[in-house]
Every structure is written in structure tokens, then in C-alpha cells.
């Protein structure tokens, strides 16, 4: 599996401790957009970098991080074919796959703990989508996003 990972600069510590998990993964390759540092930049351009490999293709999966995890995961959402779920707990990881099919998991690097995100994270990457029945409620998203032109 294939994930493009990124944050903002609230959120560049816990990229760092994520990153440490994905490698626990054997099967796992991960590509880094940024950012590297704590000067300031704008969290809709990192979520565009992360899904840009994920709608293209060149990513099966991202992860998106910021300072909550909201502002990304709105700015992520707006972006074609991208269903990003801000997950807080393990729980809500595994339905955003089981029932959701969620290309992109969204964190906080200032209210998320490392320990909690990487259990987040492992539940995120081990979970596969049901189908069924939460395949047509999926392929609804995508005729929301047809309907009202997201782009």
C-alpha cells in the first residue's frame, strides 16, 4: 500500500510519530509532501498535495494532519473523489473504512496524543471497506459531488 502523508506546521510532531507506525508495516511505502519545520503554512495546500496523489492514483491512501484536524479535513473534502474522515478514536478509524471506504484519515497534533494516533492509524491501515450495502451509500457521495460540482 501506497500512502502520501502531510501537516501543517501544528502537526509536523505527530506526522513524525505516524510515520514511525506506517513503518511497522512491511507492505507499506510512504511518500512525505511536508511540511519539515514549524514556520507557518497554509493547510489547504498541504491537503491538496495529499490528495492530488490520492485521486491520481499515485497513492492508495493519506493521511492529512493539522493543529486539529478540522481545517484539512474540510479542505480535503472539497477536493473530487477524496472522502477524509477526522478521527479522533479507533472506533470511528475502523467504521470511516468499514462503512465509509475513507481514501484519507485527518488527525489533530494538538489535541491527538501519540500513543492514541497511532492506534488510530494502525486500525485505519489494517480495516478494509464492507461493500454491500455501504457501497451504494458511497456511490451516493460521489453522486453528491457530481450533482454540486466539487472539484
Not at 24 to 34: L, M, P, R, S, T
Not at 45 to 61: H, L, N, P
Request: glycine share 14%; hydrophobic share 40%; net charge negative.
Amino acid at each position: 500500500m501506497k500512502i502520501t502523508i502531510g501537516s501543517d506546521h501544528g502537526a509536523v510532531q505527530l506526522k513524525e510519530e505516524v510515520k514511525l507506525v506506517l513503518k511497522e508495516f512491511g507492505d507499506i511505502e510512504v511518500k512525505d509532501v511536508g511540511t519539515f519545520g514549524t514556520d507557518s503554512v497554509d493547510y489547504p495546500d498541504i491537503a491538496e498535495k495529499v490528495c492530488a496523489d490520492v485521486t491520481s492514483g499515485a497513492a492508495d491512501r493519506g493521511i492529512v494532519l493539522c493543529g486539529t484536524g478540522i481545517g484539512i479535513s474540510i479542505a480535503a473534502n472539497k477536493i473530487k473523489g477524496i472522502r477524509c474522515a477526522l478521527c479522533n478514536d479507533v472506533y470511528s478509524a475502523k467504521m470511516s473504512r468499514h462503512h465509509n471506504d475513507a481514501n484519507v484519515l485527518a488527525m489533530g497534533g494538538r489535541v491527538m496524543g501519540f500513543g492514541p494516533a497511532g492506534e488510530i492509524v494502525r486500525a485505519w491501515v489494517t480495516t478494509e471497506f464492507d461493500g454491500g450495502r455501504h457501497e451504494r451509500r458511497v456511490g451516493k457521495i460521489a453522486a453528491l459531488e457530481e450533482k454540486f460540482g466539487k472539484e
